[in-house]
């Protein structure tokens, strides 16, 4: 069973950064696609980004230019560096992994717009 556990959230101002990490159980380069998700009060879930095992990387329109992915490969940590936050960011940030035959999730951390 893979486990992934988000950490960074936090509140953060309107035109500020924030980190969040995922911490996989095992080399994430394994998983066919690591991602962040997010879902916002309300909302249904959507993907704000993801990774492929080859290192590709795609981004929702809403996101690109302002956040960007990143891997630590000895932490076994996939990186979502969020840069101009905007209000409309807030959300639960969830990490999910995809393989051939799995699908797991993370439990999510809070990112709310202190304004």
């Known amino acids: 069973q893979v486990q992934l556990v988000e950490s960074g959230g936090g509140l953060v101002q309107p035109g500020g950064s924030l980190r969040l990490s995922c911490a996989a159980s095992?080399?994430?380069?394994?998983?066919?696609?690591i991602s962040w998700y997010r879902q916002a009060p309300g909302q249904q879930r959507e993907l704000v980004a993801s990774?492929?095992?080859?290192?590709?990387?795609i981004y929702a329109a809403a996101v690109r230019g302002r956040f960007a992915l990143s891997t630590d490969n000895a932490e076994n940590r996939l990186h979502l560096d969020m840069n101009t936050l905007k209000p409309d960011d807030t959300a639960v940030y969830y990490c999910?992994?995809?393989?051939?035959?799995?699908?797991?999730w993370g439990q999510g951390t809070q990112v709310t717009d202190s304004s």
């Open positions: 990774m492929t095992d080859g290192g590709t990387t």
């Open positions: 999910k992994a995809r393989g051939t035959e799995m699908e797991n």
């Open positions: 095992k080399n994430i380069f394994t998983f066919l696609s």
